[in-house]
């Protein structure tokens, strides 16, 4: 009889453990996918940040561009010179190198946003990805639990003699 209560105990304690392994995992994958989502939330402030700074640096860029201009213009009028020829030539070089950097400037912010939001995918994809790995090592827990237990409760039995007689294994009888 006590051969029956330790089987029991041992498919119950199996049973538990699987349980428990389950429970575990999916708090962990949860937990990554957790701190996987935050970080690309970080990451994907940091990239409007980048974008505001471009909207930003371009509009005083452009407030400067016109100022810039129109100092130039002044020069060019107190040195009693009109705006065409040579100095024409000058106003318009000078408003197309303004309008380049310009221009540059806003590429290269473009592509640290950019740069930002691919990090902020790639830190989704590894979270769930560490996700499914606890996923999997749960899963595993669970299954040698299982066997733990089921295995734990046929060695009683096989030392009481029920394992042979019940022919669970497949042998013809002893």
């Known amino acids: 009889m006590l051969q029956f209560v330790q089987a029991g105990l041992s498919l119950a304690q199996g049973f538990m453990g699987a349980k428990s392994a389950k429970r575990q995992a999916r708090?962990?994958?949860k937990q990554a996918r957790a701190m996987a989502k935050y970080n690309?939330?970080?990451r994907r402030q940091e990239a409007q940040s980048i974008v505001d700074t471009?909207?930003?640096?371009t509009a005083r860029a452009y407030k400067e561009k016109r100022?810039?201009?129109a100092e130039q213009q002044v020069a060019i009028g107190k040195a009693g010179a009109t705006m065409s020829g040579t100095g024409l030539l000058l106003a318009l070089e000078s408003a197309k190198n303004i309008q380049t950097d310009i221009l540059q400037a806003r590429r290269n912010r473009f592509l640290q946003?950019?740069?930002k939001e691919q990090a902020a995918k790639i830190t989704e994809y590894e979270g769930e990805l560490q996700a499914?790995?606890?996923m999997a090592e749960g899963r595993a827990a669970a299954r040698s639990s299982l066997l733990s237990g089921f295995s734990g409760a046929i060695s009683p039995l096989m030392e009481y003699g029920?394992?042979?007689?019940l022919n669970i294994?497949?042998?013809?009888g002893e």
Do not use: N
Request: aromatic letters at 8%; zero cysteines; charged letters at 25%.
């Open 162 to 165: 029920l394992g042979t007689s």
């Open 27 to 29: 708090a962990r994958a």
């Open 67 to 69: 100022k810039a201009l």
């Open 54 to 57: 471009m909207k930003f640096e």
């Open 169 to 172: 294994f497949g042998k013809e």
């Open 40 to 42: 690309a939330s970080v």
């Open 113 to 115: 946003a950019q740069s």
């Open 132 to 134: 499914r790995g606890a």
